[in-house]
């Protein structure tokens, strides 16, 4: 050892050491501890819409489906989403199914009238029903048809971007006037 290094700036050094590999092996257990708790807690990374940011989701597809393209509705669902266009229909599975779906009811130009709307957000999850009109072009050239019913559509965030999940879309034939009954249920 070197007469200019004594041994207590050695053992000095050491106790620096130690210390500095202890803070180093305290700082990555308290980081796997997080991760393990984020991992283990499904709440950690929960991202729970406001009733704004909800409604903002449902005018964003009442926008598509105002465009007229089935592609672009179609792509607000989740390629294992399922919507029911009214109380009596088959569930349609699967983005494909629901492209098809709109392929045949966006022709009619469909206007969307959400008459009441309820929210309930969650953990990546967003839930609103409501009653919704829709006015589309008649069977006779120049007339209208009114169609409505309940309606319920639930958002989920998946891959940072909100898709829906499930939807009935309460496209039920109405007349002007008509109440909508409880039993009026997709």
């Known amino acids: 050892m070197p007469a200019s290094v004594s041994k207590q700036s050695v053992a000095s050094h050491r106790l620096r050491v130690i210390g500095v590999m202890t803070a180093v092996?305290?700082?990555?257990a308290i980081l796997m501890s997080?991760?393990?708790h984020a991992e283990s807690d499904p709440h950690a990374n929960c991202k729970t819409p406001s009733r704004v940011e909800a409604m903002q989701l449902l005018n964003l597809w009442k926008t598509g489906?105002?465009?007229?393209?089935?592609?672009?509705?179609?792509a607000f669902y989740a390629e294992d989403g399922t919507l029911v266009p009214?109380?009596?229909?088959t569930p349609l599975?699967?983005?494909?199914?629901?492209q098809t779906y709109y392929d045949g009811f966006l022709p009619r130009h469909p206007q969307v009238k959400f008459v009441s709307s309820n929210v309930t957000?969650?953990?990546?999850?967003?839930?609103?029903?409501?009653?919704?009109?829709?006015?589309?072009?008649g069977e006779r050239k120049g007339t209208r048809s009114l169609l409505?019913?309940?309606?319920n559509i639930?958002?989920?965030f998946r891959n940072n971007i909100w898709v829906i999940v499930n939807h009935s879309l309460a496209a039920n034939p109405r007349k002007l006037g008509e109440p909508i009954a409880s039993a009026d249920v997709n």
Not at 93 to 98: D, L, M, S, W
Not at 121 to 137: L, Q, W
């Open 25 to 28: 092996v305290v700082a990555a």
């Open 148 to 151: 409505g019913g309940r309606y």
């Open 154 to 156: 639930e958002f989920a």
């Open 65 to 74: 489906v105002a465009t007229s393209t089935a592609v672009r509705v179609a």
């Open 93 to 98: 599975k699967g983005k494909q199914a629901i």
């Open 86 to 89: 009214s109380k009596d229909s």
């Open 121 to 137: 957000p969650g953990c990546n999850s967003a839930k609103i029903d409501g009653i919704v009109f829709y006015r589309v072009t």
């Open 34 to 36: 997080i991760r393990a």
